[in-house]
Every structure is written in structure tokens, then in C-alpha cells.
């Protein structure tokens, strides 16, 4: 069973703070991803990687940075949180062998910057 | 660029009557499809997948969608709704040209079950 864990289910910081979302997956997956999720917009990708140290831009980067140094964790940062950064961060992995690349979720960071 | 449209961000269902959710996508290219199921407080769990086999999809807790090529509809039904059935309803595409084979979400349905 694929497992995709988050360090936080519940996160409040305050604006001005530097902020870790720290994302790990145990399947030996190459692609992870990171997603904010908001009422009525669904899931707006931020970054994904598809290997060690290679990390793409998504829809909405603006704000963020990511880092991934081992294959099973994927971070993600926000330098200086602002108050429009509150919002439902979601991790994800997949690999790209054999199809149909479906993702597999974590449960979860609900984030509040104040 | 792929999208997908789901018709309807809240839908409301009596226990025991048909869910129907609709999606459309947009992709140039022949699309995998998705629908993921998000539970109060959790994280999206996958109800079944379309990967250009057979059209009529059957996924977990009795839910199916059908393929219309010729309609771009990817719609998930379920006969019967059950109270368990309550809960935020994602459908997405794969971009199969794309590295790291990334997904393109609608903006969620969420559905209410009456008893």
C-alpha cells in the first residue's frame, strides 16, 4: 500500500514567518507534487519534481520554492507567508512506469497565516 | 493546454437515488481520466481511472463512469446513494506529453446526501 505522509495536519503561522511543508512517500516513487487546494478552484499545482534535485514550476509557483535532496522527500517553502497563502497544501506521488500515472494523496496540511 | 469542467459544485442527492456528476475535458491529445474522492479532513482517494481500454469504467463503492470520446464527458454515477457517499468529488486528465505526468483537476463537486 502506497503511503504519503505530511509532517502537519494543522499549521498556524504568522505573516512574515518562514514555513517547511515537509512531504515523504514510501513506494520508491520518481514524481512528486505539490498542491494548494481552495473552495471552487479544486487543485492548482505549485511545483512537482520528477527526479532528485529536478523540480518544475506549476500553475501558481509564485511565493513558493521546493526541495527535493532524497528521493522519498519532497519540501515545500514559503519564504515569507502572507495571509492570501492560507490555504489546504496537498502532497503527491506517482511514478511513470507502466501507466496510468494516477497519483497517490497524503492527507493533508491545513495552513493559517495570521 | 489540457482542462477539465465539472458541471455543478454542489450537487444534493436523497439516500437511495442516482448520483450523476459531470465531467468535460479538453485535450489534444487521447486523454487517462480520473475521478478522486475527498472525505471530510483527508486526502483525495482514487474511485477509478480511463486508460483508453474499455469505456465504461467500474471503480470502488459501486461508482462507474463512462468515456464519450465524441462528447469529451468523462460522468461518474453511482444507482444508489448511500449517507456515505458525502463528500468532495474531484475528476482530472493526465498530460501524457508532459514530464512527471501531471494531472489537470476540475474545481470539485461536492455532494450532500439526504435521508
Known amino acids: 500500500d502506497v503511503k504519503v505522509t505530511q509532517s502537519s495536519r494543522y499549521l498556524v503561522k504568522r505573516t512574515g514567518e518562514k514555513v517547511f511543508l515537509e512531504c515523504v512517500q514510501d513506494?520508491?516513487?520518481?514524481?512528486m507534487f505539490w498542491y494548494r487546494q481552495d473552495p471552487g478552484l479544486g487543485l492548482r499545482l505549485i511545483y512537482f519534481?520528477?527526479?532528485?534535485?529536478?523540480?518544475e514550476k506549476g500553475d501558481i509557483p509564485e511565493g513558493y520554492s521546493v526541495s527535493r535532496e532524497k528521493k522519498e522527500r519532497f519540501s515545500l517553502i514559503l519564504e515569507s507567508a502572507s495571509t492570501n497563502q492560507t490555504s489546504m497544501y496537498l502532497c503527491a506521488s506517482s511514478s511513470p512506469s507502466g501507466g496510468p500515472y494516477e497519483q497517490y494523496f497524503g492527507p493533508g496540511t491545513r495552513l493559517t497565516v495570521t | 493546454a489540457q482542462s477539465v469542467t465539472q458541471l455543478g459544485s454542489h450537487v444534493s442527492v436523497s439516500e437511495g437515488a442516482l448520483v450523476l456528476l459531470r465531467c468535460n475535458y479538453s485535450s489534444s491529445v487521447p486523454p487517462y481520466l480520473f475521478w478522486y474522492v475527498q472525505y471530510p479532513n483527508q486526502g483525495l482517494q482514487l474511485l477509478l481511472k480511463?486508460?483508453?481500454?474499455?469505456?465504461l469504467v467500474k471503480g470502488i463503492n459501486g461508482f462507474e463512469a463512462e468515456f464519450k470520446k465524441s462528447e469529451t464527458s468523462f460522468h461518474l454515477t453511482k444507482p444508489s446513494a448511500h449517507m456515505s457517499d458525502a463528500a468532495e468529488y474531484f475528476c482530472a486528465v493526465s498530460d501524457l506529453k508532459a514530464a512527471g505526468n501531471k494531472l489537470t483537476f476540475g474545481g470539485g463537486t461536492r455532494v450532500l446526501v439526504k435521508p
Open positions: 480511463y486508460t483508453s481500454a474499455a469505456t
Open positions: 513506494m520508491d516513487h520518481e514524481n
Open positions: 519534481s520528477y527526479d532528485v534535485k529536478m523540480k
